[in-house]
């Protein structure tokens, strides 16, 4: 009898043990499944939050003089010359050169400090301190400021024209290869390799730091209205050429076949401007031009 009372009470523990485990399994299941709820809640709560945060974080600022020295961080061939100081003092010279009436004077405060730039353009004057400048992350970020600057002062320039200036200023301090080639002007380049183009025929290139005619072609627009070797061009449509580059006024000279381009042009003997108003044409060129020599009726 004791035996079986025993026997019974083990039975009834177990069923109760069975119960308990049974409701504790469930108890279990809905932790895990309300986990599971919000650990997944928890993850697009946090990946909208991070696309909330992506979504007001400004792009970076100028993008391309970063491009531009990140290249010369890691590939140029003659790092010794990746100077920072004397990158800054390139990209000043050029700003200076593009805009006759904005100088910038770097000003060396001590050893610890960095430069003051002394900025003055037409009637306003202002300083403006940056960081000691001891690497090309520390131009960029100088490059920047002065940047910003530039564009309040200045409502005519752009970001991208800024940039190019810089990166022009700090290629030309490096050697006389390494250069950028915006867009526009990289499609002049494929033309001039394609040796055909849309253009008023002229042979140009920079004497005296004036844009000079070397050679008109023959049969050309130019030609037929009666420009001249070493004739000056001084305007395109207008706008000087004093502080543009040669790859910029090539790139004005071409266009549309059947387009307008005016020059004005100083020639020697004529007191006042010249003004040639051309219809571009398809123009020809020869990549090498042959001559026939004849000699003892053989031709070489």
Do not use: W
Request: with cysteine; charged share 20%.
């Amino acid at each position: 009898m004791r035996f079986s009372k025993l026997e019974q009470n083990t039975s009834g523990q177990e069923s109760i043990l069975r119960y308990k485990m049974k409701k504790n399994n469930i108890h279990f299941k809905c932790f895990v499944i309300l986990l599971s709820v919000f650990l997944a809640s928890c993850s697009i709560l946090g990946s909208s939050r991070e696309m909330d945060i992506a979504a007001v974080q400004p792009p970076p600022e100028a993008p391309l003089l970063a491009e531009v020295l990140m290249h010369l961080q890691l590939d140029y061939f003659e790092p010794e010359k990746l100077d920072p100081v004397s990158l800054l003092q390139g990209a000043l010279t050029e700003l200076g050169r593009m805009i006759p009436e904005l100088t910038v004077v770097p000003e060396l405060q001590d050893k610890i400090l960095g430069p003051i730039l002394n900025i003055s353009f037409k009637n306003e004057k202002t300083l403006l301190p940056v960081s000691k400048i001891s690497g090309l992350y520390d131009l960029h970020i100088a490059l920047q400021i002065l940047m910003k600057r530039l564009l309040g002062m200045n409502p005519q320039l752009t970001q991208l024209k800024i940039e190019q200036m810089f990166i022009r200023g700090i290629l030309n301090q490096l050697d006389a290869y390494s250069v950028l080639l915006p867009q526009e002007i990289y499609n002049e380049f494929n033309i001039n390799i394609g040796g055909q183009f849309a253009g008023v025929g002229l042979v140009v290139g920079t004497r005296d730091d004036q844009l000079t005619v070397i050679a008109p072609m023959d049969g050309s627009p130019a030609a037929l209205a009666g420009m001249k070797s070493l004739d000056k061009i001084v305007a395109v449509d207008g706008e000087k050429t004093e502080h543009m580059t040669l790859d910029e006024i090539l790139h004005r000279l071409r266009g549309n076949i059947g387009t307008p381009v005016t020059l004005s042009v100083l020639r020697k003997g004529h007191a006042k401007a010249l003004q040639f108003k051309l219809l571009r044409e398809d123009i020809q060129v020869e990549s090498v031009e042959t001559y026939d020599l004849s000699s003892s009726k053989q031709t070489v």
